[in-house]
């Protein structure tokens, strides 16, 4: 028996096959229909963990889910950056020690290319000892299937910082409309820039529920005495990630500010 998988940006189908004892005891009826990358996320992450424990899908769906997540940040990358130039142009107002992205210089595109490849670069270095992390617990699962579940993570975080950005540029207009001075840019401001660290615990919910799921794969009684202790290391390790992000993404957005010719 087997799954189809289909990214919906994209025309080709992914056939991935599935162990039939996990399709009985994590896949819900009609499992012939053939879902896109983005409806799993949104509707039913137990199926994508499901389809995560096979190697084939593993690589078939990790492109698709980065793919995933380095549009939706782009997407937010271009909005704040054009958010945070229309006050610059109407008061001046740019936020004190952000690192330059105007749109009117090289440096347009410096906070989008922060934040995705700060995420990827964040998650890259954490990934090592994620997978320590899995062997330490007793799992089975190999380097590749850490790195799905984590980009499945990021992939998530992605689709709610897009369900979170018209709130947010709803809110950011009414600065624009009517202004009410540099406090409130200011607050504003920084409610934007950390938006992507809120949509993260999004993608940590999902990576931690991916990852505890996979506490069957340990025998029954290792599972016992070890899946307390699996949860445990999955916890510290998203706070290793909920660390480096914020600093990976900084210190890009200072790089590529320098290199664009605003040093400072």
Sequence with gaps: MTFLVANSDLTDQVECPVVRDDISRHTPPAVESRPGVVELLLHDQQRLNTLLRDEHCQRELLPRLLAVAITGFAVYGVVVTAILNVWRSQSGYWLPTAPAAFWNDASVANLGLAYSLGLIAAHGICLPSF?????????????LGVAAHAVKSMAAG???LIGFLPIYVALALTSVVFPQGAHWQSSTAAIGLALPLLAGIVGATSLYEGF?????????????????????????WTGCVAFVVPVMIYSLWHFFSNLSGHVG
Aim: glycine share 4%.
């Design 131 to 143: 997978y320590f992390y899995g062997l330490l617990a007793g799992i089975k699962i190999t380097m």
């Design 158 to 160: 992605a689709v709610a």
């Design 212 to 236: 505890v799921s996979l506490a069957d794969t340990m025998t029954s009684r290792r599972c016992v005495s070890r899946e307390c202790f699996l949860r445990r290391l999955i916890l510290a």
